[in-house]
């Protein structure tokens, strides 16, 4: 499963950072004139400090550090140091070599190299939260594979490279699990369980919907039973749909007796390409190429425009038996940022050449088909059936 970065991966765009560097005895390219070698460690004097009292100077860190206020050349007291531009100047002049790679240059060369160049040079990983050091060399490669790196799962959860592994085990919608119904282990979103143990999985007991028959099975063996028990389902229901009468002409049922059930869900989408273009061309009406296979059935999605106001409709193409649904449209943001809900609030009794829809604003048709000037409409159907008690 691969995860994307977030949408500016901003730990790359800092400065890559080096551990100290400096210019060690060893890599000074022949001896080390007495002008630019510190008298008290016998460095090199990038960091010079003149004595303000005699004009020596020695490295920073000595200045800093003397147990006494004496220059170690003269003995001379002396009370304050200044900055010796002059003789820095001139130990970035010496001739010098990297330890590290080899590269040959002048002492500033060779420090800028290491600064911005040198493969082998130590440096830190750029990633927030993260102490690591390395070689330059291998600075990428690390980053790349870092725990403190920004990742994206494809639920959208931002995180890091470390958290992610739990964010998936535990929480991600997106994740697959396996189907905890024993004999099933299909994978399934962890999101999608529920909708799957309920209404896909072969493997999960069920009871007959048909009043009075009492059979119980798995969801796979429910096909059979019912063509097995057809004869005895037909009479089932003959006799419950005369006890539903008898009970409505004596005045034993009541409205509170009676609840919808909500069943599977589907989605399906629908493309209405050239939308913009088309109507800046005069067109009023536009139905989007068919999709079968959903609940046995073919549907269409159309556009009409009736005076100023758009109407979007859903149309059963073909089914031979009707369909009572919960319907909404969404009108996909072309940026997958939110979608567009327009939802129908009745229970359709959907049959087929019949088309049923509501208005919706043309500035959000016209506002989420600026993606290509293609209009993408998913219309999400859930069945709906009635039960009584009695």
């Not at 765009?13 to 890599?27: F, H, L, Q, S, V």
């Not at 003789?87 to 970035?92: F, K, L, M, N």
């Not at 993260?130 to 594979?145: A, I, K, M, W």
Request: hydrophobic residues 35%; glycine residues 6%; neutral net charge.
């Amino acid at each position: 499963m691969a995860f994307g970065r977030w949408t500016v991966d901003r730990d790359l765009k800092r400065d890559i950072r080096t551990t100290p560097i400096g210019i060690a005895n060893d890599e000074i390219e022949g001896r080390l004139e007495d002008e630019v070698e510190c008298p008290v460690c016998y460095t090199i004097l990038l960091t010079a400090m003149k004595i303000a009292a005699c004009a020596h100077s020695i490295c920073g860190t000595c200045a800093d550090t003397l147990p006494t206020k004496r220059c170690p050349k003269c003995r001379t007291d002396f009370d304050s140091v200044s900055v010796d531009e002059e003789t820095r100047q001139r130990a970035g002049e010496v001739p010098a070599k990297c330890s590290l790679c080899g590269f040959q240059g002048k002492v500033r060369d060779v420090l800028q190299h290491k600064k911005a160049d040198c493969t082998f040079q130590t440096v830190y990983c750029r990633r927030e939260g993260c102490h690591d050091t390395l070689q330059r060399g291998l600075l990428y490669q690390h980053e790349e594979s870092c725990d403190y790196k920004k990742v994206t799962c494809l639920c959208s959860y931002k995180t890091i490279q470390m958290d992610l592994d739990r964010h998936l085990k535990t929480d991600c919608a997106t994740h697959p699990i396996q189907c905890p119904v024993p004999g099933c282990g299909r994978p399934v979103e962890r999101a999608k369980v529920a909708v799957h143990i309920t209404q896909e999985c072969k493997q999960t007991v069920a009871s007959c919907h048909v009043p009075g028959c009492g059979f119980v099975g798995r969801a796979k063996d429910m096909a059979g039973h019912a063509e097995e028990f057809a004869k005895k389902h037909v009479g089932l229901l003959s006799h419950y749909n005369d006890r539903l009468k008898i009970g409505l002409v004596e005045g034993k049922l009541q409205r509170s007796d009676a609840s919808l059930a909500y069943g599977e869900v589907k989605a399906i989408l629908f493309t209405i390409p050239y939308f913009k273009r088309e109507v800046a061309m005069g067109t009023t009406a536009f139905t989007s190429p068919s999709r079968k296979d959903v609940f046995n059935a073919e549907w269409q999605v159309s556009l009409e425009n009736q005076g100023i106001v758009w109407y979007v409709y859903l149309c059963l193409v073909s089914r031979a038996d009707p369909l009572h649904l919960k319907v909404m449209f969404l009108l996909q943001s072309p940026d997958r940022g939110e979608d567009h809900a327009i939802c129908l609030s009745e229970t359709l009794e959907v049959r087929e050449n019949k088309k049923y829809g509501t208005t919706v604003p043309y500035h959000k048709l016209t506002e989420y088909s600026d993606h290509g000037d293609q209009l993408v409409v998913k219309v999400l159907m859930q069945k709906v059936s009635a039960s009584v008690k009695m």
